[in-house]
Each structure stands twice: as C-alpha cells, then as structure tokens.
C-alpha cells in the first residue's frame, strides 16, 4: 500500500505493509519517518492499493481517502496478531527485526471515501464503494 501524507515539509508518498479488516487498513511505521511525523500535522491521508501490471487493461486496485490513527491496547494486540497471520515471518522473527518492532507504532486508516479502480471496464475506470 501507498500512502500519501502531507506535513510542514509538504507532501510525502511512502510504501508500507498493510493487513485489513473489512474496510480498514493497518500497518506499522518508526515515529521518526517522515510520513508518522505528518500524521502529528495532518490525520487526513490518502492510500492506493494495486499490484503492478504491465498492461493497462488487467490494472485494478483501490483509492482511499481517510483518517490515520495510532492504535493501543488491546486493539493494537489484536491488530498485531491479526498482522501475524498476514505476515508469517513475523510470528518468529530475527532478532534485528524483534529489535526494529520494539520501536514502532501501529495505526488504522479509516475510510472515508474508496473507489475502486478496473481499467478492464475501460482506461480509468472507477467506481466508488459504500462504506
């Protein structure tokens, strides 16, 4: 997943793993990268999801526009189990990336609006879902 933040820098886009529950997105990131440090200025962001295609006619994916939050509790235990799952390497991780985890935060990015995207029904085709 993409994600585009806007802070007092201006804008960023940066990739980063997700998992999801119906509509909302998860993924974790280090306080210090630029796009965490935008979420202080701006909870209102933007996301795509989409696998890369060489031809146009087989693109699909989805645009979001929504709130970003930080997760605690026993959301964000849930959320990291749910991840787990996901991501398998995770359940047993090297002892660099044990130490990287130690350091992050998880967030929810809530939908506000989402399209999705099916370049089979023609050249930028999109539909916008019922959240």
């Known amino acids: 997943m993409t994600l585009a933040t806007v802070g007092e820098d201006g804008v960023w886009a940066t990739a980063v793993f997700y998992a999801s529950i119906d509509f909302k997105l998860y993924f974790l990131s280090a306080p210090h990268t630029r796009h965490a440090q935008n979420f202080q200025h701006q909870k209102l962001i933007a996301a795509t999801i989409q696998e890369d295609d060489q031809d146009w006619t087989s693109i699909k994916g989805i645009q979001v526009e929504g709130v970003v939050k930080k997760l605690s509790g026993t959301k964000r235990l849930k959320i990291i189990n749910h991840y787990k799952k996901k991501f ?9 990336l044990i130490t990287a985890l130690a ?8 939908p506000k609006r989402l399209y999705f995207i099916d370049n089979s029904k023609g050249f930028g085709y999109r539909a916008e879902v019922s959240l």
Request: avoid cysteine; glycine fraction near 0%.
């Open 88 to 96: 398998p390497f995770l359940a047993t991780p090297h002892t660099q």
């Open 103 to 110: 350091k992050v935060n998880w967030y929810e990015l809530s």
